[in-house]
């Protein structure tokens, strides 16, 4: 029994999240129509979802645990060869990367779902629908995904050419022995759309579910009133000016004085543009926990009209953590030996029927449900938030170049707003997020606890910082305008290295893995340097350390801004406002106000 029939209501997930998350769900559909059906769904005002088959089935059948690193860019590329060795075979009428898509009715949601097929041809016996896995090590099974997805591939051919029965082949290649191993199986079309239309009915179920909640919401924050009795002096002028700026999409910069009630006059309008369909979720950023904190409270305060915004506080994964007894920066997750990472997906679908349930995830409550489902609390208020209306958060989450939620923002254009409290800090934190450093003393220890090969790989970027310091021996601090390119370049190296071992061997030596992390922090900022930046070389008898600092944040934190329906910063100091809105966003539409304190002078 697979997990969809456990869970016959479970979770929902965007695009996305199918990447990150691996889900699962059932239910009935009435009718399968072709993808020129679209329009005129559409004209019946229902929400159109896209995802891929190869996500769709890996939501089917959920499995796996947290913690492991995989080195994608080199398994991409290998994947790409050996995929390209099969497709490239003499066989007669061959097609690879054919293009399968139809479209799914529910009662909320029109489904699309499309996917490439790597390779389908005919022979003496009939149609084969070819499915090339690479793998890192063998396997002597199918894996219940891949199967999934071929079987995918296959009814959706059927339909398109109206065929009864073909042939579905799926092939596993290892990729460090070479060897192959090939499973075929004979079906028809009727076996393929009773199995497939429970997975595909169980996705678009949840779905369904998920977009109830959001028209329902709507319909009450159309009634919702403000929390308290009266506005006071200046909330209006800042709840209107907010409204207009989601409205128009621009960028709002607002002063207003401590006392004036920022946070209820900037929440409520944010809502009603919820409840008008001009933003579809709101991003309540802060600096400090006492801001999230007045931010969950006047969520809180919302929600006792009966309004049900689902509302969750994301909590540092190292403060959360179950596991973390050394209050490290970034928690050391073993998949083989934490109990809450051990099977997450498996176990997660049961944790997330709790948004049908609930609609405040507070810290204690997100840990409260990790404990009963024995599950990772910080990947689990990570994977509540994709379902919520609001989030609470801290800048990182939206701006940080390595710690931003890539499920929201790693997609381009999106219908969120940004609602940041305590503006004025953004400017220090902004430079702090897209800055980076690394140390010679740092791989130094690691050298001396490492053995070979990747004691080599730290061996040679050791030897730029040691170049580095011979060139500017009579020097303790310098700045640069240009980083140094071959100490980047080494450090390039020493990631494709490291991904190597991964491929290889499975997994990182637990003393590299933050190192690892480092490294890829370094290059990323690395890959964004500009005019805007600046390179401090420190020098001394014990060490060396190159740090790239952001001195104009303004370019990083507009590409990120650009791509949001909308962002209101707002602080009680934001004065000179021009200087903020150089150095937060200098060529985006904005405007700006400034409100009087609502409190006597005297």
């Known amino acids: 029994m697979n997990l969809l029939q456990k869970l016959p209501h ?10 990150i998350l691996k889900n699962k769900s059932i239910f009935y559909l009435t009718k399968v129509f072709n993808t020129k059906h679209i329009n005129s769904m559409t004209e019946r005002a229902k929400k159109l979802l896209k995802i891929n ?17 995989s080195p994608s860019g080199i398994s991409a590329q290998l994947g790409i060869e050996i995929h390209l060795k099969y497709q490239t075979r003499p ?8 293009s399968l898509c139809r479209v799914f009715d529910g009662d909320y949601i029109i489904l699309e779902i499309s996917g490439k097929v790597d390779g389908i041809y005919s022979d003496v016996n009939g149609v084969h629908i070819e499915e090339i896995k690479t793998m890192r090590v063998g396997t002597e099974e199918i894996k219940k995904t891949h199967l999934a997805q071929l079987k995918l591939y296959g009814f959706f051919y059927s339909l398109e050419k109206n065929i009864d029965s073909l042939f579905l082949d799926l092939i596993y290649y290892n990729r460090s022995s070479g060897d ?26 949840w779905n369904d579910k998920n977009e109830k909640h959001r028209i329902e919401l709507r319909t009450n924050l159309e009634k919702m009133q403000f929390p308290f009795c009266n506005f006071r002096k200046g909330q209006r002028d800042l709840s209107k000016a907010v409204y207009c700026s989601i409205r128009d999409e621009a960028v709002l910069f607002a002063e207003a004085p401590t006392g004036t009630g920022k946070t209820a006059a900037v929440l409520f309008p944010a809502l009603k543009a919820v409840s008008e369909n001009l933003t579809e979720k709101i991003f309540y950023l802060t600096a400090k926990n006492a801001g999230a904190e007045t931010a969950e409270k006047t969520a809180a305060l919302f929600n006792s009209n009966s309004l049900n915004i689902r509302w969750i506080s ?17 928690p050391d997750c073993d998949s083989e030996k934490c109990p809450y990472s051990l099977d997450y997906y498996v176990k997660l679908p049961e944790a997330l029927n709790s948004i049908f349930t609930e609609n405040a995830f507070s810290r204690d409550r997100i840990e409260f449900i990790a404990k009963k489902f024995q ?14 209306d609001l989030i609470i958060c801290d800048y990182n989450y939206a701006f940080d170049l390595s710690s931003k939620l890539k499920r929201f923002f790693s997609f381009g254009k999106t219908n969120h707003t940004f609602l940041i409290d305590e503006a004025h800090n953004m400017i220090d934190r902004a430079r702090a997020m897209f800055s980076s450093e690394i140390k010679k003393s740092r791989v130094m220890e690691l050298k001396k606890e490492t053995s070979a090969p990747l004691k080599n790989v730290l061996s040679m970027l050791n030897s730029e910082f040691i170049i580095l310091k011979k060139q500017y021996s009579d020097s303790l601090n310098i700045c640069e305008i240009s980083p140094p390119d071959s100490l980047i370049k080494s450090a390039r190296k020493c990631l494709r290295e490291f ?8 997994k990182l030596p637990a003393h590299i893995v933050n190192f690892y992390w480092e490294l890829i922090e370094f290059t990323t900022i690395a890959d964004h340097y500009s005019a805007s930046f600046r390179t401090i070389i420190k020098i001394s008898s014990i060490d060396v350390v190159i740090s790239l600092n952001c001195i104009d944040p303004s370019d990083e934190i507009q590409e990120i801004l650009k791509n949001q329906k909308s962002a209101v910063f707002f602080s ?3 004065s000179p406002s021009e200087y903020y809105k150089k150095l937060l966003a200098p060529s985006m539409e904005s405007i700006s106000i400034s409100l009087n304190s609502p409190f006597n002078p005297d």
């Open 180 to 205: 192959e191993k090939i499973f075929s199986e004979e079906t028809t079309r009727e076996k393929l759309e009773s199995e497939c239309m429970q997975w595909i009915n169980a996705y678009l179920q």
């Open 10 to 19: 479970f979770s929902c997930l965007n695009v996305k999240l199918l990447l």
């Open 53 to 69: 088959i190869r996500n769709l089935a890996e939501i089917v059948f959920a499995e796996g645990s947290l913690g492991s690193i």
């Open 91 to 98: 066989i007669a009428g061959y097609q690879n990367e054919v």
């Open 572 to 574: 009680a100091t934001l």
């Open 499 to 506: 991904d190597l071992f991964i491929e290889q061997h499975g």
């Open 375 to 388: 599950i990772c609390p910080f990947e689990l208020s990570l994977d509540l938030s994709l379902f919520c």
């Open 314 to 330: 994301l909590t540092a994964k190292a403060k959360i953590c179950f596991t973390n007894e050394n209050d490290s920066e970034k």
